[in-house]
């Protein structure tokens, strides 16, 4: 029933203008309104901030399913939108906060974005330069944030800032920037794929922050952001997982109605078996997602899960693009097979939010040393 309201969606909302955004590098303000009108930007957000309130397997049904019509670059900016920036404000803001920002993501009023990566600190978060000097009721914030998602046409940025530039971790902060204030400036980048998501440089001199824009605590930045983190992390499993559906569901049409030596190429044993194995791989990921988000949904500490499932899903989905693009033949590499746009999409997978060396790590001093991360 909801993945069909979805589908819906897709149909109306999507389709229609996705070739036009990918040219154009964005999508249209209108997407966000009409995806905030079917309620899917506020579906884990209480009711007394204007959303639906359900558990986080909306949340994995609504990116699996968008995912799954290979529009990668539209599902992403819904993601980073309600799964990033919203996130932060949903568990860290305070009630004045999630009126003036929350609510109005809600209904697609203001669209955020969650600027943490800088040029010279993107795995080493801790090592971020950005500062945010205390002036009287104001900080001034001065710095850069690059690659960021929804960066060029957000209304707010959750950004991660030194408000003790002298310490590591423990000097980071999480402050909501309105990005039309003075001296708050944008850059769009050019890039691989995905090109319909809007990534962009953001330069702040001299930004004014009021300090009622500070999110929780000074100082409690990076314990926010390991909180958050983990459905940062599996938000990207759940587009990587739901777009691996979708690359499967192009290829079986292909391979059934391709033919070469009499027969169609679907009869083939070694691509059939290729296919096969596949399928599997997604269906045992999938099966983990699926658990992994009950437990996020119960409260439960999913920092192995998180990370082992953006790992293997963003991996995957580079496997199963590269390996379907094979069955189309000389057809895969064109543009107009939607095959050639998944490849060039799925190369991302592995390097945002949190690359999969960066996983590999975590998951190594969990299972080797025994390290707990508690969220
Ligand atoms: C399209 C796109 C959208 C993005 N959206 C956002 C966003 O919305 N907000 C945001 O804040 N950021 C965003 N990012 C940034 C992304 O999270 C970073 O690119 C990522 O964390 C890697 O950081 P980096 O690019 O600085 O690479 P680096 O940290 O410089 O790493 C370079 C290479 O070294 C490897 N490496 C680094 N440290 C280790 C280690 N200890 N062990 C093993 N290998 C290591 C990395 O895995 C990588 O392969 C986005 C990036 C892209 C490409």
């Known amino acids: 029933m909801f993945r069909d309201t979805i589908d819906g969606f897709v149909q109306n909302h999507m389709t ?35 959303g639906m309130g359900l558990d986080d397997m909306y949340s994995l049904v609504l990116l699996e399913q968008m995912a799954r019509h290979n529009m990668f670059g539209p599902a992403l ?17 305070n009630e004045d906060q999630k009126q003036r920002y929350l609510a109005l993501s809600v209904t697609a009023e203001k669209i955020g974005c969650l600027a943490m990566t800088e040029p010279g600190a993107g795995s080493d978060l801790a090592a971020l330069r950005t500062t945010a000097i205390k002036q009287g009721d104001h900080y001034i914030v001065n710095g850069s944030k690059t690659f960021i998602t929804n960066g060029v046409y957000a209304d707010y940025a959750v950004v991660a800032v030194k408000t003790d530039p002298n310490v590591g971790a423990a000097g980071v902060s999480l402050l909501i920037i309105d990005c039309n204030s003075e001296g708050y400036t944008t850059t769009k980048l050019n890039k691989l794929g995905i090109r319909s998501s809007d990534t962009a440089e953001i330069g702040l001199n001299n930004v004014k922050v009021p300090v009622e824009n500070l999110l929780g ?3 409690k930045g990076f314990y926010y952001m390991m ?25 079986l049409e ?25 399928q599997t791989e997604i269906d045992c990921t999938r099966a983990l997602m699926y658990l992994a988000t009950q437990r996020l949904a119960k409260g439960q500490n999913v920092v192995k899960e998180a990370s082992m499932l953006k790992l293997k899903s963003a991996e995957l989905f580079k496997t199963v693009t590269d390996e379907c693009l094979q069955m189309f033949g000389g057809y895969g590499y064109m543009e107009e097979y939607k095959i050639a746009r998944a490849y060039r999409d799925a190369r991302v997978g592995t390097i945002l939010a949190g690359s999969s060396e960066i996983m590999r790590e975590i998951i190594a001093k969990m299972y080797i040393d025994g390290i707990e991360y508690n969220k």
């Open 227 to 251: 909180e958050s983190l983990q459905t940062e992390r599996l938000s990207v499993a759940w587009l990587c997982v739901g777009s691996c559906l979708g690359v499967m569901d192009l290829t």
């Open 254 to 278: 292909y391979i059934k109605s391709r033919e070469a030596f009499g027969k169609p190429i679907a009869k083939i044993q070694v691509l059939r078996h290729k296919l096969a194995e596949l």
């Open 77 to 93: 900016g819904i993601c980073a939108h309600s799964y990033l920036a919203m996130n932060y404000l949903n568990h860290a803001a």
């Open 16 to 50: 229609p203008d996705f070739e036009k955004w990918e040219k154009e590098g964005k999508v249209d303000r209108a997407f966000f309104k009409a995806a905030a009108e079917y309620g899917f930007l506020g579906l884990t957000v209480g009711e007394q901030h204007g």
């Open 217 to 219: 605590e000074e100082g």
